[in-house]
């Protein structure tokens, strides 16, 4: 009987280790790392996806648009998530890469709520990005040093903001946070801090500023009448397959599309009213 014990337990053994190789070669789990700035979406829809397919397992990281875009070009991951055109950043050759447009992120100056400041011009955030004004009492608002807070070299959002509002140039020394969440946490807790993130992380405890009078909405993103604003795209290594695809299918699905990209704070690509090339340039 201990015999016939021991073979059966053996056999089942054999058949489930054969299974499971057989889930490990189709594919069941892939791994997409990058932009902080997209990763809610990407983590929220993973999430939905394996509630509809048991089994099937989607690795969701951050990082930083540079380490999904050299990650993905060097095929240690699947998918990387990119805050930029991978033309945009140096080292990446964009040929090898395929890339698929999954929403739109406004990103938008966020400051601590004791500063008394609600609407700059965009000269002047220049200025303070550049370290040309340093306390908040030469704006109208009080009498506060200004801290600034960056975002890490690698990062999209950063590239974005520099872009848009910097003509290109690189922001003074400050400190840096690889993470748009703990970015939102420490301005929400420094008096007189100033930074920037995606819409989908600003919450209460911030408050944003307008630029020349243009508040930083979904809407004004659409017409391009808000400027700082970025495709959020989730590049592959050549034509994507098997689980990967499916996933990609699903972010552009109706569902992730319609319902949960704008619960998040994110856009609709389809939404847009302008595109834009690589170079910043409107096309549409």
Request: charged share 20%; hydrophobic share 40%; proline share 2%.
């Amino acid at each position: 009987m201990k015999k016939k014990m021991l073979l059966f337990i053996s056999l089942v053994s054999v058949v489930l280790f054969s299974g499971c190789a057989k889930w490990i070669d189709r594919g069941e789990s892939i791994t997409a790392v990058g932009s902080s700035a997209l990763q809610p979406l990407v983590e929220t829809a993973s999430e939905e996806f394996q509630s509809q397919n048991p089994g099937r397992f989607i690795n969701v990281q951050g990082g930083g648009s540079g380490t999904g875009l050299s990650q993905v070009q060097s095929g240690a991951v699947d998918i990387g998530n990119s805050d930029l055109f991978a033309e945009e950043k140096s080292g990446i050759d964009a040929s090898k890469l395929v890339d698929h447009r999954v929403a739109v992120v406004g990103i938008t100056p966020i400051v601590n709520k004791g500063i008394g400041v609600s609407d700059i011009s965009m000269e002047n955030l220049r200025k303070i990005f550049l370290g040309e004004i340093t306390n908040w009492k030469e704006l109208g608002g009080n009498d506060l040093k200004i801290i600034l807070l960056n975002r890490a070299a690698g990062s999209g959002t950063r590239a974005t903001f520099e872009k848009w509002v910097l003509d290109g140039k690189t922001a003074i020394q400050a400190q840096e946070q690889d993470s748009s969440g703990m970015v939102r946490s420490i301005v929400a807790d420094t008096p007189g801090a100033i930074s920037y993130t995606a819409f989908s992380y600003v919450t209460k405890d911030i408050n944003t500023l307008s630029i020349d009078g243009v508040q930083p909405t979904d809407k004004n993103v659409t017409t391009n009448k808000w400027i700082i604003w970025s495709y959020e795209h989730m590049y592959t290594l050549g034509e994507p397959k098997d689980l990967t695809r499916e996933f990609l299918e699903f972010m552009l699905s109706d569902e992730v599309q319609n319902n949960i990209i704008g619960q998040l704070g994110y856009i609709p690509v389809s939404k847009m009213q302008v595109e834009r090339d690589w170079q910043g340039n409107l096309i549409k």
